[in-house]
């Protein structure tokens, strides 16, 4: 391989591994997960759904597959919507006029969501009800 077709290889921001730009990019994730907070009211919705499924495992008692499995449908459903949410943003910025595919391509993204959430529901149906 020549020195020419590994630069190609590289990330543009490649270089040496820094600690300091790990730290970096978690703040921007945790920035990312404030603005879906703070901005969708759907996430909130999540949130508080979360919140409440969280609250009533610990009531009844949940056995450890169950919680697996609860997690694993909340952190989905937040992963669809957070991906969504990115989706929205960008084709927004791109397009900010009505146009067909960017419709189609929000309510594909949107039915992600739903997908996830559907999926939430049935797990939560399997472990809270005997």
């Known amino acids: 391989m020549t020195d020419r077709s ?3 290889l590289q990330p543009k921001r490649g270089g040496k591994f820094s600690v300091l730009q790990r730290f970096a990019s978690l703040n921007h994730a945790l920035a990312g997960l404030l603005v879906l907070i703070e901005e969708q009211h759907n996430a909130r919705v999540h949130v508080a759904a979360a919140l409440i ?3 009533l495992g610990l009531l009844t ?4 597959i169950e919680w697996i499995l609860v997690f694993v449908a909340i952190g989905l459903v937040f992963m669809a919507e957070a991906f969504n949410s990115a989706l929205e943003y960008l084709a927004d910025a791109a397009v900010p006029e009505h146009h067909e595919l960017i419709r189609k391509a929000k309510d594909v993204s949107a039915a992600a969501v739903l997908m996830a959430a559907g999926l939430a529901v049935i797990i939560g149906v399997w472990a809270f009800i005997p």
């Open 6 to 8: 590994k630069s190609k």
């Open 53 to 55: 499924v969280v609250t």
């Open 61 to 64: 008692g949940l056995v450890s």
